[in-house]
T-cell receptor, first 114, second 114 residues
Framework: DSGVTQTPKHLITATGQRVTLRCSPRSGDLSVYWYQQSLDQGLQFLIQYYNGEERAKGNILERFSAQQFPDLHSELNLSSLELGDSALYFC?????????????FGPGTRLTVL | AQSVTQLGSHVSVSEGALVLLRCNYSSSVPPYLFWYVQYPNQGLQLLLKYTSAATLVKGINGFEAEFKKSETSFHLTKPSAHMSDAAEYFCAVSRAGNTGKLIFGQGTTLQVKP
């Protein structure tokens, strides 16, 4: 158990819908990351937050948005869903959000868009 | 820019045989390198990481990796494979700058035959 929790574990929805994925980091970690894992794209970095502020952005679609709240949990919002958004979404956390940090991954949320 | 190439998407070994998973990186700055393992239906777990302290890095479950700057490689090895080592393995490099963004290789699935 990494100490990072993600809810829900599975999510099945229809095209055009909007969903919210939630992540709670390990106790003491200030930085949260979101990654997408799909068969065709592999593991892709989406976005990083540090203590409530966005620190880095990857190839995150405009239909996707995220935030980190004062209690440090984070939410990833996916809207106008398309079939191609079906993937495993991981949240990770680390202490300082730096290059040398170890990132601890949650169990992931499997999103299926029908 | 940073990138990672994992040679061989599938590796099959017999139980008790040497495990060698290959990773080559490209980095414009001194790299921080990581190996993660993903068991079926689970998140990623850190095996080991290189942060320039020592070129031979020992990790969990008997794995180790050697950083070779001249070859831009960070191959993962284990002297004797166990059935429980069957999983997908990811090599990653952290991006330059004030961010913990990880860039992952495509992954190598390790099969261990009895």
């Amino acid at each position: 158990d990494s100490g990072v929790t993600q809810t829900p574990k599975h999510l099945i929805t229809a095209t055009g819908q909007r969903v919210t994925l939630r992540c709670s980091p390990r106790s003491g970690d200030l930085s949260v990351y979101w990654y997408q894992q799909s068969l065709d794209q592999g593991l892709q970095f989406l976005i990083q937050y540090y203590n409530g502020e966005e620190r880095a952005k990857g190839n995150i679609l405009e239909r996707f948005s995220a935030q980190q709240f004062p209690d440090l949990h984070s939410e990833l919002n996916l809207s106008s869903l398309e079939l191609g958004d079906s993937a495993l979404y991981f949240c990770a956390s680390s202490v300082e959000g730096l290059r040398s940090d170890t990132q601890y991954f949650g169990p992931g949320t499997r999103l299926t868009v029908l | 820019a940073q990138s990672v190439t994992q040679l061989g998407s599938h590796v099959s070994v017999s139980e008790g045989a040497l495990v060698l998973l290959r990773c080559n990186y490209s980095s414009s700055v001194p790299p921080y390198l990581f190996w993660y393992v993903q068991y079926p239906n689970q998140g990623l777990q850190l095996l080991l990481k290189y942060t320039s302290a020592a070129t031979l890095v020992k990790g969990i479950n008997g794995f180790e990796a050697e950083f070779k700057k001249s070859e831009t490689s960070f191959h993962l090895t284990k002297p004797s494979a166990h059935m429980s080592d069957a999983a997908e393995y990811f090599c990653a490099v952290s991006r330059a700058g004030n961010t913990g963004k990880l860039i992952f290789g495509q992954g190598t699935t390790l099969q261990v035959k009895p």
